[in-house]
């Protein structure tokens, strides 16, 4: 079983839908979590953070469900520069350095 | 400022064929990562560095992958011999200190073994 799970979508939605991705990990002892994007053939970059009660960047809003083990992404107001790969990102647990579990991500397509 | 700055960008290769890609993390960035990525298996890491110190290199696949860093600017990724499995995009990423988790990745290395 993968560590860290996503959906690979593709998601196809219009442009100002609102849109949500999950992902779940596997390890309960895991402790920081984290978005990234990546854009067609280019290198992934950090989205966002994720904190235990929940956190907003703009559009964006991520929120942890430690009991579920899942994360979860929301976008609102889709834009068409937001069509990208999203990879949900796992800290194993606390004593494992600094290695991260990437997810095989979740595409997004926004369309006009 | 810079980014991480990879090269080649590209490279294609013959089976057997020794590959070594190379790796400038942004200057200041105490950790340096590098990362192979596959439609199959996403984004792995093979091995990671703090100070030019290796950490953990539990990701490396086999001992035809060897990774140095003689100092601080600069990294290296071996491959040898080169197979077509190992054929994907190879990554290299650096992070601060105060920000470990908060990875740069540089443009990548699409790596084709034939």
């Known amino acids: 079983r993968k560590e860290v799970e996503q959906d690979p979508g593709p998601f196809n939605v219009p442009e100002g839908a609102t849109v949500a991705f999950n992902c779940t990990y596997s390890?309960?002892?895991?402790?920081?979590f984290f978005w990234y994007r990546q854009d067609c053939r280019k290198e992934p970059k950090l989205l966002m953070s994720?904190?235990?009660s929940g956190n907003e960047d703009g559009r964006f809003t991520a929120q942890l469900n430690r009991a579920s083990q899942y994360i979860s992404l929301l976008i609102r107001d889709s834009k068409l520069s937001d069509s990208a790969t999203y990879l949900c990102?796992?800290?194993?647990?606390?004593?494992?350095?600094?290695?991260?579990?990437f997810g095989k991500g979740t595409s997004l397509l926004v369309t006009p | 400022d810079a980014g991480v700055i990879q090269s080649p960008r590209h490279e294609v290769t013959e089976m057997g064929q020794e590959v070594t890609l190379r790796c400038k993390p942004i200057s200041g960035h105490d950790y340096l990562f590098w990362y192979r990525q596959t439609m199959m298996r996403g984004l792995e890491l093979l091995i990671y560095f703090n100070n030019n110190v290796p950490i953990d290199d539990s990701g490396m696949p086999e001992d035809r992958f060897s990774a140095k860093m003689p100092n601080a600017s600069f990294s290296t990724l071996k491959i040898q011999p080169s197979e077509p499995r190992d054929s994907a995009v190879y990554f290299c990423?650096?992070?601060?200190?105060?920000?470990?988790?908060?990875?740069?990745f540089g443009p990548g290395t699409r790596l084709t073994v034939t």
């Open positions: 994720v904190y235990s």
């Open positions: 990102v796992v800290k194993p647990q606390e004593n494992s350095g600094y290695a991260l579990n």
């Open positions: 990423a650096s992070s601060p200190r105060t920000g470990p988790y908060e990875q740069y």
């Open positions: 390890n309960s002892a895991s402790q920081s």
